[in-house]
């Protein structure tokens, strides 16, 4: 059985840091592309950052130069640094993975709740 395990999230006052973990088990995704998604209350989820397996990375326009994604291969494991916290970075942030590479990303994690308060 696939999993995808968020954890991280929480509490934290804008200017500050979070660092968000996805722990992948059931198969390896060494080799697809794996993203960071959030959805705030009301609001559409979007794309925050995505990365493939030889690190290239994508980012939102309102993450850039704060947020960096990585991953960890060996231990099957996509990180979201968070820096410089926003108000407006509230909401509960997704992993997820495609398939195949270039396929829709068909594997998603439960989320976490990151809030970030002024």
């Known amino acids: 059985q696939v999993q995808l395990v968020e954890s991280g999230g929480g509490l934290v006052q804008a200017g500050g840091s979070l660092r968000l973990s996805c722990a992948a088990s059931?198969?390896?995704?060494?080799?697809?592309?794996m993203a960071w998604f959030r959805q705030a209350p009301g609001q559409q989820r979007e794309l925050v950052a995505s990365?493939?397996?030889?690190?290239?990375?994508h980012y939102a326009d309102s993450v850039k130069d704060r947020f960096t994604i990585s991953r960890d291969n060996v231990k099957n494991t996509l990180y979201l640094q968070m820096n410089i916290l926003k108000p407006e970075d509230t909401a509960v942030y997704y992993c997820a993975a495609q398939s195949v590479w270039g396929s829709e990303y068909a594997y998603w994690g439960q989320g976490t709740q990151v809030t970030v308060s002024s």
């Open positions: 990365i493939i397996s030889g690190g290239s990375a």
């Open positions: 059931g198969r390896t995704f060494s080799i697809v592309p």
